[in-house]
């Protein structure tokens, strides 16, 4: 029983533009959604993050959204850059979880020039 | 800093071998996983810590096993490897709760054939 899904195994924009990557979840218990980046070879790094008391976060070029009742959340990316290019995985965690996380399966992201 | 260090970065294993994937992190975290990554699949949880001592099975412990005896280790054992046990392991830490900087920090990984 996959609880966060993403949907798009892949996503291709161009340099410049805004990247948006989608993330369901399925388990209302979870409270707290994060994004982390993926190059090859290398581990996870963690991106951006938010809890459910909050519908919108913003780091820099990324900014994450929630809508509870649609239990979905988006990552943007604006404006695109190259070394944007990676594999983006959403996670969510229950608090009280010792922090576990729930992975999506992951986007891979190609910014072109 | 180190942050994560996993070792070693590959290995190929015979059915029925045993070995052990080492973890250590610098950062004094309470928390400790292992996640082990399909191809095409996400992250899954194979055990977590909480601390020293203290040891819980995630969403996919069977044929592992795991002790946490310090803060900064957390090794994963394998007992009779198998060719499902082909995949590249994660270790990764964290403090706890869920302010800014409490995200969990990942090893490089531990890519690993079983044949």
């Known amino acids: 029983d996959q609880q966060v899904k993403q949907n798009s195994p892949s996503l291709s924009v161009q340099e410049g533009r805004i990247s948006i990557l989608n993330c369901d979840y399925t388990?209302?218990?979870?409270?707290?959604f994060l994004w982390y980046k993926k190059y090859p070879a290398e581990g996870p790094t963690f991106l951006i993050s938010?809890?459910?008391?909050?519908d919108k976060n913003e780091d820099g070029r990324f900014t994450v959204f929630l809508n509870k009742s649609a239990k979905h959340l988006s990552l943007h990316i604006v404006p695109s850059q190259p070394g944007d290019s990676a594999v983006y995985f959403c996670a969510a965690s229950l608090t009280g979880g010792g922090n576990k996380l729930t992975f999506g399966t992951g986007t891979q992201l190609k910014v072109e020039l | 800093n180190a942050g994560v260090t996993q070792t070693p970065k590959f290995r190929i294993l015979k059915i029925g071998q045993s070995m052990t994937l080492q973890c250590a992190q610098d950062?004094?975290?309470?928390?400790m996983y292992w996640y082990r990554q399909d191809p095409g699949m996400g992250l899954k949880l194979i055990y977590y810590s909480v601390g020293a001592g203290i040891t819980d099975k995630g969403e996919v412990p069977n044929g592992y096993n795991v002790s946490r005896s310090t803060t900064e280790d957390f090794p994963l054992r394998l007992e009779l490897a198998a060719p499902s046990q082909t995949s590249v392991y994660f270790c990764?830490?964290?403090?706890?709760?869920?302010?800014?900087?409490?995200?969990?920090?990942f090893g490089q990984g531990t890519r690993l054939t079983v044949v």
């Open positions: 990764a830490s964290s403090r706890p709760g869920y302010t800014q900087g409490a995200e969990a920090f």
């Open positions: 388990n209302s218990m979870f409270d707290y």
């Open positions: 938010i809890s459910s008391i909050k």
């Open positions: 950062m004094n975290h309470n928390y």
